[in-house]
């Protein structure tokens, strides 16, 4: 009986149309990984920053970095974004269009 509702169950997902959100999450995950990284980066920066004398060669460094890290920001959210919309642009044109279908 067992088996036989595996087979059942196998069979329901090799028919399944669409695209699924396993397919999807790897990418989601590297932006949003990618994304932490820059903020924890700002963030040690900052520290480093703090931890200087004012005005010298070490503080103004890691000023600079912390500006230039700041600067991804945008990008990686741009990036998400256009991931975000390729992921539904996906999901709709293989829901509409039918996806594989299995000849008998």
């Known amino acids: 009986m067992q088996r036989n509702m595996f087979e059942n169950l196998k069979q329901k997902v090799h028919e399944k149309k669409g695209v699924g959100l396993g397919e999807l999450l790897p990418a989601f995950v590297i932006v949003a990984a990618v994304l932490i990284l820059v903020v924890l980066l700002i963030y040690v920066f900052g520290v480093l920053g703090g931890s200087f004398e004012t005005n010298s060669a070490e503080a103004n460094a890691a ?37 594989a279908r299995k000849r008998s």
Do not use: E, K, W, Y
């Open 63 to 99: 000023a600079d970095a912390v500006t230039h890290t700041t600067r991804a920001i945008p990008i990686v959210g741009i990036l998400f974004i256009i991931l975000a919309i390729g992921a539904l642009i996906a999901i709709l044109v293989v829901s509409l269009v039918g996806g």
